[in-house]
């Protein structure tokens, strides 16, 4: 069973930079085949932001594409997420989530469903104007 621990959430001012990190333990290869992160704010549905395909192939939403980067070391034991330029509409509760997928369907809108194999407790962004 794959385990995922975020960290590195904060509070900083827009314009800022903040990396978040998700340590991986546990499961199969083949449970981290797709990697990624998604985003809850209050009030609103999770969004799919990143993720990383096990061909290397990174994807991004519209909505964070050119300031933010998925990345993750060899081993796909530890996941990143370096989010430069923040917005005040970045502030949410970032979640990074893992699940079994071929690289043409390793999305952001589909790691955000609720059919992820993981899921970590998420960390929280806030981004002050």
């Known amino acids: 069973q794959v385990e995922l621990v975020e960290s590195g959430g904060g509070s900083v001012r827009a314009g800022g930079s903040l990396t978040l990190s998700c340590a991986a333990s546990g499961g199969k290869n083949i449970d981290r085949s797709c990697m990624g992160w998604f985003r809850q704010a209050p009030g609103r549905e999770p969004e799919g932001i990143a993720t990383?395909?096990?061909?290397?192939?990174?994807t991004y939403s519209t909505s964070v594409k050119g300031r933010f980067t998925i990345s993750s070391d060899n081993a796909k034991n530890t996941l990143f997420l370096q989010m430069n330029s923040l917005k005040p509409e970045d502030t949410a509760m970032y979640y990074c989530a893992t699940d079994r997928l071929n690289p043409p369907f390793c999305r952001p809108s589909v790691i955000s469903g609720s059919g992820v194999i993981a899921r970590g407790q998420g960390t929280q962004v806030t981004v002050s104007s």
């Open positions: 990383l395909a096990s061909d290397g192939m990174q």
